[in-house]
């Protein structure tokens, strides 16, 4: 069986994803009850990881769009240094030191992938709106993360593609605030959102390495 890795394994997609995985892969989770993410915590979890095998397949669902600490601003006036620091924190960096650490983990024999749940407002082509400036800043980083990992890995890992997902409006406490604005034929249910995130990695190929796409396949523009 192949062996999986969900980051971020008790939030609500991560939990969908584990419900949707167990059945093919062995999964294996971290999350905030397993580590808490320091450099020390990570390398001690993946050395553990690896004494088990090598994975094909790692999905990072970490990510906060409101917590104790932010809420999405509307404008200008609304920025302070600690809430745009927790933004990236948790949206950026954390996934990237994930990425540092968990990528050794990676097949180089097999074909592997690894992704990483990002947002459409994280896509800088295409905002729109305005507003949301740490989401939308901390998400379009992320993506930037994984596109430079990307060009990096592809010298070491042939085999390996890397990814940033937007996974759809999906119902749960990330979104359950601004529900009222979304479309209910486009707000989906974890289930829904695991099953497209989990196809769009399985059809990743190491050509397509460094992609930003929509929770269809679709390339989205940075
Ligand atoms: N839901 C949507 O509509 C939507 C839309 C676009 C993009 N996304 C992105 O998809 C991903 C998953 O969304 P979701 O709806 O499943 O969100 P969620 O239920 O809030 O889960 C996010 C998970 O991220 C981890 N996390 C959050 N804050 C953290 C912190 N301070 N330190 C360490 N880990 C932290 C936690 O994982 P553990 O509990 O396992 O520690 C948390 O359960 C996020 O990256 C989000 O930005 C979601």
Known sequence: MKRALIIGANGTIGKAL???MQHTYEVHTLSQTSTDYSEESLQKKVAQLRQQGEFHTII????????????????LKQLEYDKLAEYFRVNTILPALCLK???TLL????????????AMVGSIGDNQLGGWYGYRS????????????????????????????HPGTTQGPLSKPFASNVDKARYY??????????????ALTPAQSGSFFNWDGSVLPW
């Open 107 to 118: 097949s180089k024999h097999d074909r592997s992938q690894f992704t990483f749940l990002s």
């Open 60 to 75: 990072c669902c970490i990510g906060t769009l409101h917590n104790q600490t932010v809420a999405p601003e509307k404008r």
């Open 138 to 165: 901390s998400k379009a980083a992320l993506n930037m993360m994984v596109k430079t990992a990307s060009i990096e890995m592809a010298r070491t890992h042939k085999k390996t593609a890397l990814a940033v997902i």
């Open 189 to 202: 249910t974890p289930d829904e959102s695991a099953k497209r995130i989990l196809a769009v990695t399985q």
């Open 101 to 103: 650490h968990c990528s």
């Open 18 to 20: 584990h419900d949707l």
